[in-house]
Structures are given as C-alpha cells and as structure tokens.
C-alpha cells in the first residue's frame, strides 16, 4: 500500500464519494474474527473539520463492534481503493457518525486479478461425473480460484472442461457461478505443509457470474487484501 499525507486530492476525493453516494466500510480485527459494518459517505464539511455517515439500518448493532477502545476506527473505500484510520468525533441518533478527517491514507494495489489466499476456509461445490464435490478454495480472485489436491485425490479435471454450475461458499455467502478449468500444475513434494508427498492446483476462470455476485466478491478481496496487509505491517 503507498501512504501519503491528507491534503487537496484527499479532501477532493471525499467530495467525489459525497457526489456519489459511496459505501465506506469500517472494521475490526477482533481475536481472528472481522467485524465489518457498512456506512453511507453523506458530507464533508471542511470547515467543521468532519466526514458524515450513516450507518445501514440493518448494521446498527455492529457500529460498536468496529470501533477501537480509543476511539479510532478502520476504514477502507473499495471504489477508490482508498484505506485510512481516523479517530471518530460523534456517534448521534444510532446511526450518524462523524469522523475527524484522517493526517494519512494508502492507497491499495487492485490488479484486475489479484489472488490471494482467504484468511478463513472458503469451499467450492461442484457435480463431476454426477458426482458431488466439494473442495477447499486455496486462492481466489476476482476472474478465478484454485484448489489443491493431494496426489492420492481421485478428482481428475481436464483443461478446458466447462462447469455449468459451481457453488462458492464465501464467508456465509453463496455465490453461484459458470466456470472452466483453465490449468493444472504438479505440485512437488514439501513444496507446501499440507501436502508432504506433492499434489495437484487446479485452477478455475470464472465464466459467469451475477452483478451481485461479483460486487460481493470485488468488496470481499478488497477487504481481506487491506485486512492481510494490516497483519503483516503489525507483525
């Protein structure tokens, strides 16, 4: 991530989030569980020295979860690959919250296909031979994913075979889409922990996928990419 001071593009991009009606998130890391509430940007008032927004109606009752004990609070804004932590001013009503503008932001890497690796088991259902599979995902992206399989597995995918109907299960989230195998590497012995006599990745390109969906998993890897980044900068 390329940190920089706050100043005239910072204050100019807030603008644009208020012009737009943009989502924020807020989260915490809380002993290995994240806890991530949505809020609506609504003004920035540069004189008063504050952002307002609003929390979604049905998040209420997580605002206090992504709150820190001194009052600061994680923020990210995927559409402007933007993150910053801010100390918060006022919480009034329930649900309008007004942040001090931040001294710094990042601005994070979003390649198109940027993979990572879920920091919580995420699983693939599929059908192959009119069997049902369901596997473990080890990496996923916004145009794919990939498994691993241990040599003595049985599932034998070609190159180029198409999958009319995966099943992704992303954090509680059922995403439903169409997708081909596109690739299978040998994986050499110790090459990984898990798999000490070698094995198989297996890799997917998504080839349909609902607005929703795909929205879901935009937000999703840009909040687990910040999330992953913030360990190891802590670490």
């Known amino acids: 991530m390329k940190e920089q001071k706050r100043g005239k593009d910072f204050d100019r991009m807030i603008v644009e ?6 989502s924020f998130f807020a989260w915490q890391s809380l002993g290995g569980v994240v806890e991530k509430c949505e809020l609506k940007v609504k003004a920035f008032r540069k004189d ?3 952002i307002e927004l609003e929390v979604k109606s049905e998040q209420v009752e997580i605002l206090a979860k992504v709150i820190s004990g001194d009052r600061m609070m994680n923020i990210y804004v995927p559409e402007l690959s933007v993150s910053f932590s801010t100390e918060l001013k006022s919480v009034s009503g329930g649900k309008i919250v007004k942040l001090y503008p931040p001294k710094d932001y990042s ?3 979003r390649r198109k296909h940027e993979r990572l690796q879920p920091t919580k088991t995420c699983y693939v259902n599929f059908e192959l031979n009119k069997l049902p599979i369901k596997k473990s995902i080890f990496d996923i992206s916004i145009g794919g994913f990939a498994i691993i399989l241990p040599k003595t597995d049985k599932v034998v995918v070609a190159r180029g075979r198409e999958f009319p109907l995966m099943t992704l299960d992303v954090f509680g989230r059922k995403l439903k889409v169409k997708a081909e195998c596109i690739n299978a590497v040998t994986i050499d012995r ?3 922990d898990t798999l000490p006599y070698g094995g198989y990745k297996i890799a997917f390109r998504f ?3 609902s607005k929703e969906d795909k929205e879901y998993l935009v937000e999703f890897i840009a909040h687990q990419s910040l999330l992953q980044a913030h360990v190891k ?3």
């Not at 989030?17 to 943009?22: C, E, K, R, S, T």
Request: cysteine-free.
């Open 17 to 22: 989030a208020v012009q737009g009606n943009l």
């Open 48 to 50: 008063y020295n504050e």
């Open 107 to 109: 601005f994070y890497e």
């Open 190 to 192: 110790f090459k990984l």
């Open 207 to 209: 080839m349909e996928m």
């Open 233 to 235: 900068k802590a670490n």
